[in-house]
């Protein structure tokens, strides 16, 4: 990636590092950049970091954060506070003061967004908690919008989590993880007999509900959670089991538009290490490979995205943070500070130690190659 050098060494000013480590940090510079939430030192933080791991701005949170929607042309972005989220931050990677997206009194946060109509309205997952639905709250994100809410799409179901805009630029796909949750009663889930998770592709002018893809009955309590778009334009997704601890369903699948949804198990003791859980979903700079993470199962599974196929795991503790990393593979980030570069062959190097003064949390993001 090609970075303005009076830009960076501005920011690095900014982010106090010396001239010399400014200019050092600026030769390392052609990777791309990322996302994440973490925290450090006791401090909730947004951050935008470079594949070696530095940062190149920390945006401070009032708690903890969860995933981005990301405008890689203007370049800016907005995270989002942990499930359920009362906060969202909208900031420049030039840095500046961040936004402060006002939110609906009966609405919390999912965690998760995405900018459509070309970057001039942000879309983000919430809970009607009132009424027991879930919904899209639109926001102006134009220049001076202030993301000024506007209104709200339905989402066809309880419990959205994250949200993907399509290839075709006009369609978002939502995963509906089925869970009733009231903020009153914290994460406690108020419908388990009753789940019915799904897939919804909503028309991102209009909000009508073009297709929705569920699972079979027998499966309604496995909600459907994460995200990714491979190469293909297939929808792989990732979900977290709220039956039994002893149930093995599998927990990864993949959906085209007019298909059913496809589930795909792996082996045995991959499956049953993944312990019910899959945290994050990426897929590789190729659109070939996608990793899904597992932090309560400490691993980390690839596949291959035409066949299904299980690749190969990655073994690491609390392991959820999945990015493609510019050179194929992924860096993968933990919830005790470490961060690796891995792939689906088994390679592995290490990009951060363990550390005690650092935690990254769920999501961790490229930001694609248009802010180049």
């Not at 909208?90 to 997206?101: K, N, Q, R």
């Not at 919804?200 to 994460?226: C, K, N, Q, T, V």
Request: negative net charge; aromatic residues 8%.
């Amino acid at each position: 990636m090609e970075i303005d050098r009076r830009r960076f060494l501005a920011l690095a000013a900014a982010l106090g590092l010396t001239p010399g480590a400014a200019r050092a940090a600026l030769a390392t510079g052609d990777g791309p950049l990322y996302l994440s939430a973490r925290k450090r030192g006791g401090r909730d933080e947004a951050v935008l970091l470079d594949g070696t791991g530095r940062d190149r701005l920390a945006i401070p949170m009032p708690s903890r954060g969860h995933s981005f929607a990301i405008d890689p042309v203007a370049r800016r972005a907005v995270v989002f506070g942990r499930q359920p989220g009362f906060f969202a931050l909208g900031f420049s990677f030039h840095g500046g003061e961040p936004v402060a997206l006002p939110l609906h009194e009966e609405r919390h946060f999912f965690g998760h967004g995405a900018f459509v109509d070309g970057g001039r309205l942000l879309a983000a997952t919430e809970n009607d908690f009132e009424a027991g639905r879930g919904v899209l709250g639109l926001y102006d994100a134009t220049p001076g919008g202030a993301y000024r809410r506007v209104g709200e799409f339905d989402t066809g179901g309880i419990g959205p989590h994250e949200v993907i805009l399509m290839p075709d630029g006009k369609t978002l796909c939502v995963a509906n993880g089925g869970i009733l949750t009231h903020p009153d009663y914290g994460k406690l889930e108020l419908n388990l007999d009753t789940m019915r998770p799904s897939l919804a592709y909503i028309d991102a002018a209009s909000g009508e509900l073009l297709e929705r893809a569920e699972l079979a009955p027998a499966l309604h309590r496995l909600s459907i959670r994460h995200l990714a778009l491979a190469g293909d334009g297939a929808v792989w997704f990732g979900c977290q089991y709220m039956g039994p601890a002893a149930d093995r369903p599998a927990l990864v699948g993949r959906h085209r538009r007019g298909a059913r949804l496809e589930l795909f198990e792996g082996p045995p003791e991959t499956l049953r290490n993944m312990r019910n859980y899959v945290g994050s979903v990426s897929v590789d700079a190729s659109g070939g490979i996608v990793a899904t993470s597992s932090p309560v199962g400490g691993q980390v599974i690839y596949w291959d995205a035409g066949s299904g196929r299980c690749l190969g795991t990655t073994a690491l503790a609390d392991g959820c943070g999945v990015a493609p990393a510019a050179q194929g593979g992924f860096l993968v980030s933990s919830g005790l500070g470490a961060m690796l570069r891995t792939d689906a062959e088994g390679q592995e190097s290490p990009v951060l130690a363990p550390s005690r003064e650092m935690s990254w949390d769920n999501h961790f993001r490229v930001v694609p190659a248009q802010a180049a």
